[in-house]
């Protein structure tokens, strides 16, 4: 009876951290978001900016296709679906959980004490205390980007928003994984900064043309195919098989992030610096 | 002369800290590896269905897109270290010692960017010549090759000194550059040559500056050379305008400067 009741308690702690947890990041939203609305001139800039970005990047694919018609199988539209999911799955990705590409900069600089000593988990509360408002520009674009990609449903359209979350849980994860071997590898920004990347660049193209090793790398290594082939793939033709794969390869790289980052923290030396948090 | 050697110092301490960390350059440029592979993934598809595009065929494509790749990946992210100064005060620790500012931001870029850029050519030929059992340089076209990317170098500096000089407006500065990146992923030729555009396009591209800091070097490369000296006079001459431009809007933005405190 008495681990029954125990058991309950910590069910019931849980649940209270995990709504506590969900106040916070509604609360960071509502604060980052007026901070960020202070300087409105530099938001639309920003957002603007990430547009023209997107829109540059296809005007590539545009002037290869206007050369060579289509690459293996894949042809604008296609580029155009590949570029919404992905772009969509990066806005979210970026705005909500800003701080993902910094945390390497912020274990050497000894910027992570701040968040250590605050009653919060530590990773969700990193993630959620910057809002990159730049990447809504993305987020916005890949939105659009669906309505002019051909594969336009309703069906398609809530699956595209679903998948475009997914996409986002994907490459926080992917991103914290990376970042947190700073714990063991020192000034480890350079790599930091260039591996996530690497998984837009390698999503940015026709899934067709990656054969044999680059096909495993992009399973593996730099996963590409759950952040855009395959949810293009769903799109395309829906299958539960497919579908409860790739949320299983999504959950796969949270758990491996999760662990990482909680491994590497025993490691954390604190600095020296006096910062403060606001 | 002496004037320069405090700038040489910057540059060698630079070069020593880059290299005390070289397990980062390592690791980059395995991943510099794993890109040209990837590239050379897509062109092997896009050749597979015809020999020759616009004079280049696959061989000289991937050439031509590890020398783009090569001088494109070599940049420190020098925006977002002025971008850090100026917002936290920090600038006017380096403004008040004696040296120019923006000769010792360029000592750090260069020392930085050449290392990086050296090393992403050697690995991404030797990866090259694993892949492909060609390789199209000459000693001849090496050396103005080089010539060239080190000016093209020194105009990408101008372009991140004037991005790291918008903080003094704006609170982030990324915007701009993932534009100027994307000028130079489209006009400046990084993924295809300027040959590959429309003709309306390639004319548009041929009056912007960003075509020699990538596309230029890297045709000298590939070519042995050819029009080198007519190449480098442009190089030369868009680095004095965009010289005078920075140093313009440096002085004029430094008279925003405004720190409070101690």
């Known amino acids: ?278 | 002369m002496a004037k320069l050697k405090k700038y040489f110092k910057i540059f060698s301490i630079t070069f020593l800290n880059d290299i005390k960390y070289s397990k980062n350059f390592i690791s980059q440029f395995l991943f510099f590896g794993l890109f040209i592979y990837v590239f050379s993934q897509l062109w092997s598809a896009v050749y597979s269905e015809r020999a020759s595009i616009e004079g280049f065929d696959f061989y000289k494509m991937l050439w031509y897109f590890m020398f783009t790749e090569s001088i494109m990946l070599s940049r420190p992210a020098l925006h977002r270290e002025m971008s850090d100064a100026i917002k936290s005060g920090d600038i006017v620790y380096t403004l008040n010692k004696p040296y120019s500012y923006i000769l010792f931001c360029y000592s750090k870029f260069m020392s930085s960017a050449l290392v990086r850029m050296f090393i992403n050519m050697v690995v991404g030929s030797l990866l090259l010549f694993m892949i492909l059992r060609t390789c199209p340089l000459t000693l001849l076209g090496t050396i103005r090759g080089v010539v060239s990317a080190f000016l093209g170098l020194s105009l990408n500096f101008l372009f991140f000194f004037l991005i790291g000089l918008s903080s003094f407006w704006f609170e982030d500065n990324s915007a701009f550059v993932f534009i100027y990146s994307k000028f130079l992923f489209t006009v400046g030729g990084l993924f295809v040559p300027l040959e590959f555009f429309p003709s309306w396009i390639k004319g548009f591209a041929q009056i912007l500056p960003f075509q020699y800091i990538l596309y230029a070097p890297s045709k000298l490369f590939m070519s042995g050379g050819t029009d080198f000296f007519g190449i480098i006079g442009l190089q030369i001459i868009n680095i004095i305008i965009y010289s005078a431009i920075v140093t313009g809007i440096f002085r004029y933005a430094l008279k925003r400067l405004n720190v409070n405190g101690g």
Do not use: C
């Not at chain 1, 603007?48 to 829109?55: A, E, F």
């Not at chain 1, 701040?114 to 919060?120: A, Q, Y």
């Not at chain 1, 996530?196 to 593996?220: H, M």
């Open chain 1, 1 to 278: 009876m008495k681990a029954f009741k125990l058991m309950q308690s910590i069910k019931t702690f849980r649940l209270v951290q995990s709504i506590k947890t969900f106040r916070l990041i509604i609360r960071y939203l509502k604060f980052n978001l007026s901070s960020q609305m202070e300087y409105r001139g530099n938001f639309i800039l920003q957002t603007i900016g990430m547009v023209i970005n997107d829109v540059f990047l296809l005007f590539f694919w545009w002037i290869l296709f206007q050369k060579v018609g289509t690459i293996k199988d894949y042809g604008m539209n296609e580029m155009l679906l590949v570029y919404s999911i992905t772009t969509f799955s990066f806005g979210i990705s970026m705005t909500l959980w800003g701080n993902q590409s910094l945390i390497s900069r912020m274990i050497m600089n000894g910027e992570i004490d701040s968040f250590l000593i605050l009653p919060r988990p530590v990773l969700s509360h990193i993630l959620v205390s910057r809002l990159s408002l730049s990447a809504l520009g993305d987020l916005v674009f890949g939105f659009v980007l669906f309505f002019f990609s051909g594969y336009l449903s309703l069906l398609n359209f809530l699956l595209f928003i679903l998948l475009g979350v997914m996409g986002a849980v994907l490459l926080s994860a992917y991103n914290v994984l990376f970042h947190s071997f700073t714990f063991w590898y020192g000034d480890f920004t350079a790599v930091a900064e260039v591996i996530p990347d690497s998984i837009i660049t390698f999503s940015l193209n026709p899934e067709g043309i990656y054969t044999s090793v680059s096909k495993l790398i992009i399973q593996t290594v730099i996963p590409a195919m759950y952040f855009s082939f395959l949810p293009v793939r769903l799109i395309k033709e829906f299958s539960m098989v497919s579908f409860l794969f790739l949320l299983i390869a999504d959950m796969s790289f949270v758990l491996a992030a999760y662990a990482v980052f909680y491994k590497g923290l025993k490691r954390y030396e604190s600095g020296n610096l006096i910062s403060k948090k606001i």
